[in-house]
């Protein structure tokens, strides 16, 4: 009973710690994922030149293809050498939604595309990649998840409005003004 005890104990803490993977760590996984998908496009070639172009997460996508060919077994060489893979990273950033005063939807997005030239001057067009995750964090944690050294991985914090702020609160101010000029012109008359 007292290990069960102990281990609860241990536990509860631990579980209270637990911080949601920043937006640079999802940022890995999605490139990971594409740099997979790329290779798996190009397991018929054994060697093959890749060309990333610039980006402020090309350096994310370079690691990740990389690594991703290198477990496939393609070998890359140097820029100017045939087959050779041109990427360009099209759509890659985070955004946040307000979901109430407490939560927030968090946005991961990320797009690229992949073009293959041969030797011979054939151009081979591989399907767009796309992909957006989200989850939801409390506005407390979003300090924690963004790294404001990298651009691609902050947004702006939207700020939650709700029904008191964005149709009560005016129509009450709007409604009372109506009232003020009323009293104002039947004290007027009189």
């Known amino acids: 009973m007292n290990v069960i005890l102990a281990f609860c104990c241990w536990l509860v803490p631990c579980m209270a710690q637990l911080t ?12 990971d994922s594409f740099a997979l998908d790329l290779c798996g496009q190009l397991q018929t070639y054994r060697s093959v030149s890749i060309i990333v172009e610039p980006h402020p997460a090309r350096w994310l996508a370079e690691h990740a293809i990389v690594s991703q060919c290198a477990i496939a077994g393609i070998v890359l060489l140097a ?22 005063g407490e939560r927030v939807r968090r946005l991961l997005r ?16 591989f399907p767009p990649w796309q992909r957006v ?10 300090g924690k998840v963004d790294h404001p050294g990298y651009p691609f991985t902050t947004a702006p914090v939207p700020q939650w409005h709700s029904f008191w702020h964005t149709i009560a609160e005016p129509a009450i101010a709007l409604v009372t003004g109506g009232v003020i000029v009323l009293l104002l012109f039947a004290l007027r008359t009189r």
């Open 20 to 31: 949601p993977a920043s937006n640079l760590e999802r940022f890995q996984v999605l490139a």
């Open 110 to 125: 990320w797009g690229a595309v992949a073009t293959l030239r041969l030797a011979n001057g054939q151009l081979v067009a």
């Open 79 to 100: 820029k100017d050498t045939f087959p050779r893979v041109h990427v360009a990273l099209l759509d890659v950033g985070v955004s946040y939604e307000a979901l109430s």
């Open 133 to 142: 995750e989200s989850d939801t964090l409390p506005y407390s944690l979003l």
